[in-house]
C-alpha cells in the first residue's frame, strides 16, 4: 500500500474512532460526586493497537476536547486532556500489533498470539488504572475539585476493581474483533 493511501486510511479510521468515543462519552453512569463509568477508552485502546502510542495519544487527546465540546460537564480543565493521551500512548505503547504480532518478537510472555494479547491487554489496562486513573486523575479531580486526594482516591478505587476486569474482556473483545476486520 503507498503512503498516500496509508496516511488517507489513519485519518478517517482515527476520525471514526474519535467520533465513537465522543458518541461513548455522553453515556456516563455516574456514581458519586467525582467518580462514574464511561466507555471512551474502548477507542483509545484501539486507536493505540491499530496505530501505535503517537496516534493513540492524539485520539485519547481529541476525544476528551471534542467530549468537551459536544457534552461539557463543567468547565475544560486540561488535566484530563493529558490523562487521556497518556492512555492512548500506553495502550499504544503495549499493544501496538505490528510491534508485537510478527515472529520477530523475543519476549515470551508478551509474544505474538491470543494469550500474549490477552496478557498485554491486562497488563496495559493496569498500567492505565493505576497510573492514569488512580493516580493522574485522582490528582485532577482534587484539583478541581478542591478535595483531598485521599478522599477521591478512596472513591474511586472500589469502581476501578469493579471496572479492571469488565474493561480488560471489552478491550480483548475488540482487539479480536479488529483482528479479523482489519488483519495485519
Known amino acids: 500500500m503507498n503512503s498516500s493511501k496509508t496516511s488517507v486510511s489513519v485519518l478517517t479510521t482515527s476520525a471514526l474512532l474519535i467520533a465513537l468515543g465522543v458518541v461513548l462519552s455522553l453515556f456516563r453512569i455516574p456514581l458519586s460526586t467525582v467518580t462514574e463509568i464511561t466507555l471512551t477508552g474502548l477507542p483509545i485502546a484501539a486507536g493505540g493497537y491499530l496505530f501505535g502510542p503517537w496516534i493513540g495519544m492524539l485520539i485519547g487527546a481529541l476525544i476528551d476536547i471534542c467530549g468537551f465540546f459536544v457534552a461539557p460537564k463543567g468547565p475544560f480543565f486540561p488535566g484530563f486532556t493529558i490523562s487521556t493521551a497518556l492512555m492512548g500512548m500506553v495502550y499504544g505503547l503495549l499493544l501496538y500489533r505490528k510491534w508485537w504480532d510478527n515472529k520477530t518478537c523475543r519476549m515470551s510472555l508478551f509474544h505474538a498470539g491470543a494469550k500474549g494479547l490477552a496478557l498485554r491487554v491486562a497488563f496495559s489496562h493496569l498500567l ?43 478491550i480483548y473483545s475488540v482487539v479480536q474483533i479488529l483482528n479479523r476486520i482489519r488483519p495485519l
Open 128 to 170: 492505565k488504572t493505576v497510573f492514569i486513573s488512580l493516580l493522574l486523575n485522582c490528582f485532577w479531580l482534587s484539583v478541581f475539585y478542591g478535595m483531598t486526594f485521599k478522599v477521591v482516591f478512596l472513591a474511586s478505587i472500589p469502581k476501578e476493581a469493579i471496572n479492571y476486569p469488565i474493561e480488560v474482556f471489552l
